[in-house]
């Protein structure tokens, strides 16, 4: 239990509870969880084993479909990770042709966060402000881990624009196992930093776009929580290095 202590309050004490799952997955968890039900009523040794298989997938996807609740900073010149997992890649790239109107030519700082079927996979803005767009692109299901995949795999592109005029592009890219991309906004919506924007099904890569001047908080390696861990300070470049060990 985290407690909050703020000489001008009352003490205020923030309790663990287990994440809620996400009303897209609820329908994938009662059918396997019908299914396992059907196959432990049988009779039979393998049917019965089966069925308690079958439980654990649909333990598995509960915790695949998990919707935790995030404390996300609010000083507008923080980025924060839109997904959680593993950053992968940190380069410097141009902006993806769809984004190009929105962001401009030149090159970004592209950090990139690799989502394996065991992390939560809802996205969210990495900044607050007004979704100018949105850009499904169909492609392939390649390894999401290749840098390749950021051009020819299915995606989705966003660009966020803040009230100070910055503007954010960030990246839904399907994996191998990855066949569907979801979106919760709509072009024009005014978001809060660190809101739901869709999910990916199952195991994918999100990839910001950071604007000139700014640089990677993040190192390769490091673990990112979607909507938590700061990813940059817009204009700030840190040029940070580490170890792996």
Do not use: C
């Not at 239990?1 to 663990?16: C, E, G, R, Y």
């Amino acid at each position: 239990m985290a407690h909050i202590d703020n000489p001008d309050s009352q003490l205020t004490a923030v309790k663990w509870r287990f994440p809620s799952v996400h009303p897209e997955g609820r329908k994938f968890a009662v059918i396997s969880g019908a299914i396992a039900l059907f196959l432990l009523v049988l009779d039979g040794g393998f049917t019965e084993l089966l069925g308690w298989l079958m439980v654990g997938v649909t333990v598995w996807v509960a915790a695949f479909f998990r919707d935790p609740i995030r404390t996300t900073p609010s000083d507008p010149k923080l980025v924060v990770s839109p997904a959680d997992g593993l950053v992968t890649m940190i380069t410097r790239v141009p902006a993806p042709p769809e984004l190009r109107a929105e962001l401009g030519e030149g090159e970004f700082t592209r950090v990139s966060v690799f989502m394996s079927v065991f992390d939560v996979h809802i996205n969210r803005t990495p900044i607050a402000g007004v979704i100018r767009r949105i850009a499904y692109v169909p492609g392939k299901f390649l390894n999401a881990d290749l840098d390749k995949a950021s051009e020819d795999n299915e995606r989705q592109h966003f660009v966020v624009e803040s009230d100070g005029g910055v503007k954010i592009g960030f990246t839904q890219i399907a994996g191998l196992v990855a066949r569907r991309i979801m979106s919760f906004v709509k072009e024009g919506q005014r978001l809060t930093a660190g809101e739901r924007v869709g999910l990916i099904r199952f195991g994918s890569r999100v990839d910001v776009y950071l604007p000139a001047g700014t640089g990677s908080r993040l190192l390769l390696g490091q673990r990112a929580i979607a909507g938590e861990t700061i990813i940059a300070e817009l204009g700030t470049d840190p040029l940070l290095n580490g170890t792996s060990q």
